[in-house]
C-alpha cells in the first residue's frame, strides 16, 4: 500500500513561496501529481509528472508559478510554489498512479496547509 507524508506547508504573504514535500516508499515506481482542496470546494489536481520526471503539466491557474519535481532517488516529489496568492490557500495533497491520467489510486496522506495571508 501506498503511503505519503506531505510536509513544507505554513504561512506565507502575498507573492512569497514554499517549496512543498511528498515522500513515500516505492513513489519511483508511479506517477506522481500535487492536489489542493480549499474550504467548501472540491479537491483538485494541480500538478503532474511521469514516473521518469520528463514531462510534467499543470492546472492553468498555476502555470508559470508553480513547478513539479521529483527525486527517484529519495522516493520523493516535490511542489516549488512562487509567486503566491491568497487563492492558493489550500490543503495540498500528493497522490500517485499508473499514469498521471489515472491519479489519485490511493489513499490520501494528511496533507499540509498553506496559508496566504497579509
Known amino acids: 500500500q501506498v503511503q505519503f507524508v506531505e510536509s513544507g506547508g505554513g504561512l506565507v504573504q502575498p507573492g512569497g513561496a514554499l517549496r512543498l514535500s511528498c515522500a513515500g516508499s516505492?513513489?519511483?515506481?508511479?506517477?506522481m501529481g500535487w492536489f489542493r482542496q480549499a474550504p467548501g470546494k472540491e479537491r483538485e489536481l494541480i500538478a503532474g509528472?511521469?514516473?521518469?520526471?520528463?514531462?510534467?503539466n499543470y492546472k492553468d491557474s498555476v502555470k508559470g508559478r508553480f513547478a513539479i519535481s521529483r527525486d527517484n532517488a529519495k522516493n520523493t516529489a516535490y511542489l516549488q510554489m512562487n509567486s503566491l496568492k491568497p487563492e492558493d490557500t489550500a490543503v495540498y495533497y500528493c497522490?500517485?498512479?499508473?499514469?498521471?491520467?489515472?491519479?489519485?489510486?490511493?489513499?490520501w496522506g494528511q496533507g499540509t496547509q498553506v496559508t496566504v495571508s497579509s
Open positions: 497522490n500517485a498512479g499508473q499514469s498521471r491520467w489515472t491519479m489519485p489510486e490511493y489513499p
Open positions: 516505492g513513489l519511483s515506481n508511479y506517477a
Open positions: 509528472i511521469t514516473r521518469s520526471g520528463t514531462i510534467t
